[in-house]
């Protein structure tokens, strides 16, 4: 596995990786086939900075983020590729511990390939009140596959 990671640094430095080796650089490959229960729901894995996952919409993916202190900042980043259609909703939600408050981006009515720009890359940035595991939930009705990254960004 080191061997992979040193290999796409290597392919980076000589200019010559793709947008999606650019975009996961310094990550490993999470799957998520799994079923983590959290929120009377299933999650397919765990996410954090040094992780990424794969999809395709149109569907829904649950994953959890795990906030390491109270009042942090939730950055979920998707990388869009394979575009088949740019669909016209997308949500990306997550659940306050004990799964009581929702903090939300939802996009009703937009080309999301445009949106996405040159880049391919939709961000978004939500709030994380409390310390602990946190059900994030993302859903497009988009056709396309992606690549979804999160951080967890908490204030000294």
């Avoid at 004990?98 to 981006?105: D, H």
């Avoid at 946190?134 to 951080?151: P, T």
């Amino acid at each position: 596995m080191r061997g992979a990671q040193l290999a796409a640094l290597a392919a980076l430095a000589l200019g010559c990786a793709s947008a999606e080796e650019e975009f996961t650089a310094g990550r490993l490959e999470t799957l998520c086939g799994g079923a983590i229960p959290i929120c009377r729901q299933r999650a397919g894995c765990v996410l954090d900075g040094a992780s990424f996952a794969r999809g395709r919409f149109p569907g829904a993916q649950q994953v959890i983020v795990r906030a390491p202190a109270a009042d942090a900042r939730l950055r979920v980043r998707l990388l869009l590729n394979d575009l088949v259609h740019p669909g016209t909703e997308l949500l990306v939600q997550v659940h306050g511990l004990g799964c009581g408050g929702v903090e939300q981006a939802r996009l009703v009515d937009v080309d999301f390939f445009r949106l996405a720009g040159d880049d391919g890359v939709l961000d978004f940035t939500l709030p994380l009140d409390e310390a602990g595991d946190h059900l994030l939930e993302v859903y497009a009705d988009m056709s396309a596959a992606y690549v979804i990254q999160v951080d967890v960004q908490v204030d000294d």
